[in-house]
């Protein structure tokens, strides 16, 4: 992987030379959140060199800072997918530029599917642990020892304390393991049995690059799905974008709760 994305100048000039503490990167639907948490106007991620635009609707393609409870903090309200025709590294510029800009913890969300009626659809639901399913890495390539080691261990990824957290803000939150696809097409209802079968309880098309770069880098991450829909074939209704972004935009109160207590905890 490449190292530690150089941070734009448009960052460091928003950020008015503030050290960055936390990133927090939103997924489908989620862009609202950012608002709530963050009055500063942003700055639109055409505006960042190097950033790439999420074409895809309900990803606002915006950069957001300022304090929440006091922690400086990034927001990211939307992201760039592998389905888009982008890279890996392409993929995780955001995280590699908030760790460049001091941050240390990571905060990932996204939309996804859940393979088991266990789960709360409309809920957010920590992620313990990925099956990287997408036949690439963002580790691929050339390694600089300085940075991070060529074999990493991914043994504990999402960080168990900041899981602890989060539920001390929210005792009702589950947890499950997310399997992460290229997409850009939903799983057919074999692939959710499949999927279910390798012990994955949520799917989605994001996030495992970000968190793997982010580790590699020795940032702390946080990984937060909020449930969009039931997987293929366990419902009886065709599966649609815009399903899943309104099931983030009616999840956004709680997220929003959530990261207003989690985040001015990890000020320390």
Do not use: W
Request: hydrophobic residues 40%; charged residues 20%; proline residues 6%.
């Amino acid at each position: 992987m490449s190292p530690n994305a150089p941070v734009p100048a448009v960052i460091q000039r928003h950020t008015q030379g503030h050290m960055a503490k936390v990133a927090v990167v939103l997924g489908s639907g989620l862009s609202d959140v950012a608002k709530g948490l963050i009055s500063a106007d942003p700055i639109s991620y055409a505006e960042i060199d190097g950033m790439p635009v999420s074409g895809v609707a309900g990803h606002e393609g915006s950069l957001y800072f300022g304090e929440v409870g006091e922690v400086p903090t990034l927001i990211f309200a939307g992201r760039a997918h592998l389905y888009e025709g982008r890279t890996p590294d392409q993929v995780t510029y955001a995280v590699r530029a908030a760790i460049g800009a001091g941050v240390r913890t990571i905060i990932l969300t996204n939309a996804a599917g859940a393979t088991t009626d266990a789960l709360e659809v409309g809920a957010p639901c920590l992620i313990a642990d990925h099956i990287n399913l997408t036949g690439q890495n963002p580790l691929t390539g050339p390694n600089d020892d300085k940075e991070g080691p060529r074999f990493l261990d991914l043994t504990q990824i999402y960080a168990s304390e900041l899981r602890d957290l989060a539920r001390e803000v929210d005792a009702e939150l589950q947890e499950g393991v997310y399997a992460g696809l290229p997409g850009p097409t939903y799983e057919t209802p074999a692939e959710v049995r499949m999927l279910r079968s390798l012990g994955a309880d949520l799917v989605g098309m994001s996030t495992v690059h970000e968190a793997i770069a982010a580790h590699y880098l020795k940032a702390k991450v946080l990984g937060i799905s909020v449930v969009s829909n039931k997987a293929a074939g366990l419902s009886t209704e065709p599966l649609s974008h815009d399903e899943v972004t309104e099931a983030g935009r009616s999840a956004a109160d709680r997220l929003h709760a959530l990261l207003s207590g989690v985040i001015p905890k990890l000020g320390d």
